[in-house]
């Protein structure tokens, strides 16, 4: 069966922005992410507390959450890699936080400056201090299909990271398909190989048209948490062939049309998507988006 309810889990002002060739000024994101709040949104994720010159995109996190006006019922997590970055995040009262780990040696290589196995020891003191500290640890693999250097990723490899992630204490666990190359039958096995798919989320990125099919197969396997970004932006700076994300519009549009509620208003997410297109210069690439916005 279908859930009733879907969590969307909204990325485009970190997935998204992470990846625009030009650096979007501070207070576009803030009114961006103001404008995904007053469209619905209960969980933003806002940023990332990464190296600057890793990603100079999100360089202003200090700035941006100094700024935003975090409204109560609504969650602002932001992504963390290690404990430098974890400081940097307490120092702003961020109450929820996101690690990313890989599932294969050479994007954890790429993306962490870490192996396969140490990018743990980078992660256990974060976790352990965001929990004492009260701060939630959302966790993220990456590259759950499939990697540009590696080819297929076994499902005995994901599941392994998963789960370990998932046994330092964080409440939920995305599954990432960093550059789309996932299709459904593969989903559904991934998401069956673990122990409890309710605490899963999947994140798509839409490289190869397969996002929607792909959520879909998710959700009959009992996941409710979705990540999308706004108009379908992002992609991973380390991970030269990922596109952008499932859409959030083009999410929404298949969620409502099957009854399933997300407390979300589309009309203003598309307009929230066209006036961050104007700003980034370029259209959407979410087709519901195209669809509606010229109506
Ligand atoms: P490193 O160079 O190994 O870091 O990078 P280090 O621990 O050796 O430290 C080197 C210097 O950097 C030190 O300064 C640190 O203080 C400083 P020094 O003592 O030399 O003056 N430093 C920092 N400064 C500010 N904030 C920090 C920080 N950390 C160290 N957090 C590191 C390791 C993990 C930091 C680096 O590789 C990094 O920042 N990587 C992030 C890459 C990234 O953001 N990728 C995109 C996000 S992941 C993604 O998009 C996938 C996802 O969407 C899911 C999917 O699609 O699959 C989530
Ligand atoms: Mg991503």
């Known amino acids: ?28 994101k803030a009114e961006f992410i103001d404008r995904l709040a007053d469209a619905g949104h209960r969980v933003i994720e806002a940023t990332s507390f990464v190296h600057p ?15 935003l006006d975090r409204r109560p019922g609504v969650r602002y997590p932001v992504l963390v890699p ?26 954890a290589a790429k993306n962490l400056n870490r192996g396969l196995e140490s990018q743990f020891e980078m992660f256990e003191p974060v976790v352990a201090r965001a929990l004492d500290n009260g701060v939630k640890v959302r966790a993220y693999v990456s590259m759950c299909f499939g990697d540009p250097w590696e080819g297929p990723t076994p499902i005995a490899q994901v599941v392994a990271v998963g789960e370990r992630l998932l046994g330092l204490g964080c409440h939920e666990l995305s599954l990432g398909d960093t550059i789309g190359v996932g299709t459904p039958g593969h989903v559904t096995a991934l998401i069956e190989s673990f122990r409890d798919p ?10 190869y048209g397969q996002a929607l099919a792909n959520t879909l197969a998710a959700l009959r396997s009992g996941v409710h948490v979705v990540d999308a970004s706004t108009g379908g932006i992002g992609g991973c700076p380390y991970a030269e062939s990922a596109t952008g994300n499932l859409a959030t519009e083009d999410l929404v549009w298949m969620l409502h049309g099957l009854g399933i509620d997300t407390g979300l208003d589309l009309d203003k997410l598309v307009a929230t998507s066209t006036w961050l297109a104007e700003r980034l210069g370029r259209p959407s690439p979410s087709r519901v988006v195209q669809a509606l916005a010229k109506g």
């Not at 909204?10 to 207070?27: C, M, Y």
């Not at 309710?198 to 490289?207: C, G, M, P, S, Y």
């Open 1 to 28: 069966g279908l859930p009733r309810q879907v969590t969307v889990y909204e990325v485009g002002p970190r997935d998204g922005l992470q990846n625009e060739s030009a650096i979007v000024p501070v207070e576009v």
């Open 53 to 67: 010159t890793w990603v100079p995109q999100l360089a202003d996190a200090q700035d941006l959450l100094t700024r």
């Open 82 to 107: 290690n404990e430098r970055g974890l400081d940097r995040a307490l120092a702003h009262d961020v109450e929820e936080i996101a690690i990313f780990a890989s599932a294969t040696e050479t994007f």
């Open 198 to 207: 309710d605490r899963l989320a999947v994140h798509f990125h839409d490289t």
